[in-house]
């Protein structure tokens, strides 16, 4: 240096030292904050880096019916997924335009996600779309196709209420039960709602390893993988030979029937008609297909069975005769007359039949329905009493049926009708609730478990489709925990009563057309009254009549009379109960209930005419 | 003669250079390495360019010291053409005109150009009778500087041209800046950063105006100073505006990675998980998941050392960045014992070269400094710069060789 001074120099090159010490301290704190403080983490985000989780789907649940004949089963569906870290844009305008989605919302699907988790962006894709997404796996790595299974319903399968349909979580779903996952399938309705985490099973996982492409490069480790477990398989108690019959007689038909098992509470038959093909609703669901059957103004989503009310009509009078009868009001004896008319104040109630059932006692008022006997017995027992009963009978309460979105019916009280006509109400409510019009609103479950209680005197249980659930982790077999339950506070004697009083009604009474040959039972028709139309039929029954077995109420809406068109509903369902084929009858006979003649009501019939008929028409579909 | 210049050459240096050069070829090896493959494209060529370059350098080492003072303008004249000749038959890389190609050998003159502007700076820096804190030699040693400055900035190479920068006040420094004529030139920078903010902005010039008014000087000169401070300040803003929208966000994301993790954060995020998830042992060689999955983006050039951060962990992290400062501070050492000024200035400015290199893609790698686009020397892939580097190289054996000379 010819210049600058050597100490001025020393001194520089120090504080060039000294700078770089400063860098050096700095870079240094960089690493061994990342590697040694943070370390863990980083390790954690490499390792989820480079393996993938890939979500082994389980095979849902099985519905079977008593036989074990299958009733819902699965089948491979393919569905389109998004790589949220790997899929470029491009990718997505490709995957848009390749199944016809709006770009925005696929968008914004998956984009606070950047994980390889593979997120679901349309389930049952046709095959061309299938092999389109294979072809172009290279070019957009980040779209892949998925097998999934979905619900596939055999051949000649209905029932729609029953079985429900499944689809994909939503986000409320998700945060009332945090098992589910986006995207996962799960029970929307019915059955495959309310036995969703049974049918379920369990997701398997298997790791793994992918480069930063997405390319898969292997498994990552075998011992890490967990297995998926088929979710546990539904037996129904109904045989579905038998549900299907009772499909059949509905056919054409707006209403219920629901036949239980009077001594377990077993389902045999749940029919609700109008529906629809359970298969529409499987796999991809077409907006134009669900929007019809949203608006069609017969309501064929709605489960009738369990969701709709009616009122009674005249079924409910037993409920009236009931309550008199225990609470000491009238005596079985007890006679009133009928002139075919009743004056109530300012207004006069008909009696159905114009002459008058004349001077009757309590069980011929049951057989011939008379409204003005019981009309009378609701102005004595009062309100108080009556609401008493029909709650103490399991009406204005859910039955508890394993099924989702049951309706309770409604029983009107003293507080109801205070609330409701702040004005004062008069008798004449309550006289229309004694022969079932009015306010009171029954579901035809309740209807059909009324039967129950009177065919068992008191002794009843929950109502239930499912019989057992097989569970393949365990192999093991569950039973459904049968609830079984007692009316206390009404006497045999009242059950005698009312029960020989409905023995009457199918023998010569309202409802004869219900009478199954050779099998002794007991039964009450109804003709609701409403503002829709013609009166809505109703007829429920049980039998045997000393060693009940079943229990059915029907309800057809504004066909007419119960007695009509529900009973021979009710009647051929039992006879294929009991006999299982349907029994021809003579002649159809005007009803001749005023001119009582007990030899007329035994009808004769041939058993060499007895011809194999056709019980149901598989490919028939009442929709269309 | 050829015996004795031999044992001249500068050994220590050499070593350092070897080693830094082994690890360069085995993290290279590893970065480009493709799991079942055999034929790796990149560690060959990277080992020819490694032994053309030690031949390079090795001849300029034993170039006549006084070859190397003389040619200091013509080559910096020559590496000016260059950087003009880019703009017209320059080949596009990554969005940018940088390369320039003659057959099948391609250059970066940019590369070229910091040496040679070191070099011409040093020669006039270190001629009699120039004063560095005579304002008129600071404009000419800084038009020596800003002239490939600009046309590197036009090509757009932003990290390349940072470099010119860099060896500005260290030059200056080293040749004998005063305190005061280092504050005059550090303190527009400051200003640039400051006049994004309003207040930091008012503040920041009311202490340039106190150290102003403590200098005693001439008023008009010190009212000029002030006036170019405001003028920056007022002019920043506009040119950032002028930034590509590439390097706005390569610098704004610098700030705040996680805000873009798919586009431009991307890379830093996944280097700190390659690093931090090596620890302090490393994963072992071609172990390293990030690495050899291809998570890394640029890993074999840019982001080689997340490579060894994640392979060798922080031990050999510590390692390397040691015999970096073992190299940085002999030549810091090398730059006070010669006895030419030009020599010392020259070694300076490569020294600076170095240092920046090694500050700004190490820091980068671990989030502390922004992405540029600034390769590790003797390390990363490349054969243009890993060659620029042996040829600096090759300069300082020279002056450390010749270190008696005048």
């Known amino acids: 240096m010819n210049k600058i001074d050597k100490t001025v120099l020393y001194n520089r090159s120090l504080i060039f030292s000294g700078f770089i010490f400063l860098i050096y301290v700095f870079l240094i704190y960089g690493f061994v904050r990342l590697q040694v403080t943070n370390k863990e983490i980083y390790l954690q985000k490499s390792i989820n880096n480079s393996i993938r989780k890939i979500q082994l789907y389980p095979g849902r649940g099985l519905i079977r019916d008593q036989d074990g004949d299958i009733l819902v089963d699965n089948r491979p569906s393919f569905s389109i997924a998004v790589i949220p870290k790997v899929a470029s844009n491009k990718s997505v305008k490709f995957l848009c335009k390749l199944i016809n989605l709006d770009e925005k919302e696929v968008k914004d699907k998956i984009r606070k996600l950047y994980g390889f988790r593979p997120v679901i962006i349309a389930r049952d894709i046709n095959y061309k779309q299938v092999i389109a997404i294979e072809e172009n796996r290279l070019k957009h790595p980040g779209v892949i196709s998925i097998v999934e299974p979905k619900r596939y319903y055999p051949e000649g399968i209905m029932s729609p209420h029953i079985f429900g349909a499944t689809g994909e979580v939503s986000k409320a779903e998700q945060i009332m039960n945090t098992v589910y996952e986006q995207g996962d399938i799960i029970g929307k309705t019915g059955l495959e709602k309310k036995y969703d985490l049974d049918l379920r099973g369990s997701k398997g996982i298997h790791y793994l390893r992918v480069d930063a492409s997405g390319r898969e490069l292997g498994t990552y480790d075998i011992n890490r993988d967990v297995s998926p477990i088929h979710g546990s398989d539904l037996h129904l108690y109904l045989d579905y030979e038998t549900q299907q019959f009772a499909e059949s007689l509905m056919v054409g038909q707006r209403g219920a029937l629901v036949a239980i098992d009077v001594r377990n509470g077993g389902i045999i038959s749940l029919v609700s008609k109008p529906d629809f093909d359970p298969r529409i609703l499987t796999g991809r669901i077409y907006p134009a297909i669900w929007n019809k059957l949203q608006t069609d103004e017969s309501h064929p989503l709605y489960s009738r069975a369990i969701q709709s009310v009616y009122p009674p009509g005249s079924t409910y009078k037993i409920v009236a005769a009931a309550a008199a009868l225990q609470e000491k009001i009238i005596t079985p004896r007890w006679k009133e007359y009928c002139p075919g008319y009743f004056r109530l104040g300012r207004k006069t109630i008909k009696c159905w039949k114009v002459k008058g059932h004349g001077l009757i006692d309590l069980n011929e008022a049951i057989k011939g329905s008379c409204n003005v006997y019981f009309l009378k017995i609701g102005l004595k027992i009062g309100i108080d009493i009556w609401t008493k009963y029909s709650r103490m009978f399991g009406f204005g309460a859910r039955t508890g049926i394993d099924l989702p979105n049951e309706s309770k019916g409604l029983v009107p009280s003293t507080e109801y009708f205070n609330k409701r006509y702040p004005k004062g109400w008069t008798r004449g409510n309550l006289a229309n609730l004694a022969i079932g019009q009015g306010e009171l609103l029954v579901t035809p479950l309740q209807l059909a478990q009324f039967a129950m209680i009177l065919a068992n005197k008191g002794v009843y249980h929950t109502p239930h489709l499912v019989d057992h659930i097989y569970n393949y982790s365990t192999h093991s077999t569950t039973k459904f925990p049968v609830d079984t339950k007692y009316i206390t506070g009404i006497s045999d004697d009242v059950y005698y009563v009312v029960r020989e009083g409905m023995r009457a009604v199918v023998n010569g009474g309202t409802g004869w057309l219900g009478k199954v040959p050779g099998i002794e039972m007991a039964g009450k028709t109804g003709s609701a009254q409403n503002p829709h139309g013609d009166t809505h039929a109703w007829f429920m029954a049980f039998a045997p009549y000393d060693f009940p077995e079943v229990a059915i109420a029907v309800v057809v809406e504004n066909a007419g009379a119960g007695g009509g068109v529900a009973a021979p509903i009710a009647r051929k369902f039992l006879e294929k109960y009991f006999y299982n084929r349907l029994i021809p009858r003579a002649v159809a006979k005007k009803d001749t209930t005023d001119q009582i003649n007990a030899d007329s009501l035994t009808i004769p019939f041939d058993f060499n005419e007895i011809q194999p008929i056709q019980l149901f028409n598989a490919g028939e579909n009442e929709d269309q | ?406």
Not at chain 2, 36 to 56: A, S
Not at chain 2, 156 to 177: E, Y
Not at chain 2, 317 to 346: G, N, Q
Request: aromatic letters at 16%; hydrophobic letters at 55%.
């Open chain 2, 1 to 406: 003669m050829r015996k004795s210049l031999i044992t001249k050459l500068d050994f220590p240096l050499l070593l350092l250079i070897a080693i830094l050069l082994a690890v360069g070829l085995t993290a290279v090896y590893s970065a480009t390495n493709v799991p079942g493959l055999q034929n790796n494209e990149y560690f060959p060529k990277q080992l020819t360019f490694t032994i053309i370059g030690l031949i390079i350098m090795l001849a300029i080492a034993f170039l006549p010291f006084k070859v190397l003072q003389r040619s200091a303008y013509t080559l910096y004249g020559f590496s000016i053409f260059l950087l003009i000749l880019v703009f017209f038959i320059g080949v596009k890389g990554f969005g940018a005109e940088r390369w320039l190609s003659f057959g099948p050998i391609k250059i970066q003159p940019s590369e070229f150009a910091k040496l040679a502007a070191i070099l011409a700076a040093a020669k006039y820096l270190s001629k009699q009778g120039v004063d560095i804190n005579n304002f008129r030699h600071i404009i000419s040693v800084s038009a020596i500087i800003i002239i490939p400055f600009i046309l590197v900035v036009r090509q757009p190479d932003l990290g390349t041209s940072l470099v010119f920068l860099a060896i500005f006040i260290p030059l200056m420094f080293w040749a004998g800046l005063s305190w005061f004529t280092l504050f005059v030139i550090i303190a527009p920078m400051f200003t640039c950063i400051l006049s994004f903010n309003f207040y930091a902005f008012l503040f920041w010039m009311l202490i340039v105006s106190i150290v102003l008014i403590l200098s005693h000087r001439k008023v008009y000169f010190l009212i000029t100073i002030f006036l170019i401070h405001i003028l920056v300040g007022l002019l920043t803003p506009q040119m950032w505006d002028q930034l590509r929208p590439y390097q706005q966000k390569r610098i704004m994301t610098f700030a705040d990675p996680e805000a873009d993790p798919k586009g431009t954060g991307y890379q830093i995020i996944q280097s700190r998980v390659a690093i931090g998830s090596g620890g302090i042992w490393g994963k072992g060689f071609l172990q390293g998941t990030q690495t050899q999955l291809k998570f890394l983006p640029a890993q074999h050039t840019d982001f080689i050392f997340s490579v060894i951060g994640e392979e060798w962990g922080l031990v050999g992290v510590l390692f390397i960045l040691s015999i970096f400062l073992a190299l940085l501070l002999y030549l810091i050492y090398l730059a006070r014992i010669v006895r030419s000024s030009f020599s010392s200035i020259s070694i300076i400015g490569i020294t600076t070269i170095l240092l920046f290199h090694v500050f700004i893609n190490i820091g980068m790698t671990v989030g502390l400094a922004p992405v540029t686009g600034i390769p590790l020397p003797f390390i990363s892939y490349g054969g243009s710069f890993l060659i620029s580097i042996l040829i600096m190289m090759g300069f300082i054996i020279n002056f450390s060789i010749n270190r008696y000379e005048y």
